[in-house]
Nanobody, 122 residues
Framework: QVRLVESGGGSVPVGGSLRLSCAAS????????MAWFRQAPGKEREGVAL???????TYADSVKGRFTVSQDFGERTLSLEMSDLRLEDTATYYC????????????????WGQGTQVTVSS
């Protein structure tokens, strides 16, 4: 089993920055892809960014140039550096992990964290 715990959420003004972290524990040697998803109230969960163990990255178009995903496989942590935050970035952010190389689709991830709230205000 893989356990994922997110941290770093909070409230920031428009244009601000925030860094999220995800700590993985358990059978972490089986992880190949880790990703961030987000879900706003009344909306479907959407992919934000992913990174594989061989450093391939994918970003949603809405966050390209503003968010950076990084990974420390030694420490089994996944981070998301968010800058130039917008009102539409407000959501609960989830960390996810897969043993395969997968895309930014929530259906392809088996392991999930509990989420951390990010609120961007004007």
């Amino acid at each position: 089993q893989v356990r994922l715990v997110e941290s770093g959420g909070g409230s920031v003004p428009v244009g601000g920055s925030l860094r999220l972290s995800c700590a993985a524990s358990g059978f972490t040697d089986t992880i190949y892809t880790m990703a961030w998803f987000r879900q706003a109230p009344g909306k479907e969960r959407e992919g934000v960014a992913l990174r594989t163990s061989d450093d391939r990255t994918t970003y949603a178009d809405s966050v390209k140039g503003r968010f950076t995903v990084s990974q420390d496989f030694g420490e089994r942590t996944l981070s998301l550096e968010m800058s130039d935050l917008r009102l539409e970035d407000t959501a609960t952010y989830y960390c996810a992990a897969s043993t395969w190389y997968v895309g930014l689709s929530p259906d392809e991830f088996k392991h999930w964290g509990q989420g951390t709230q990010v609120t961007v205000s004007s």
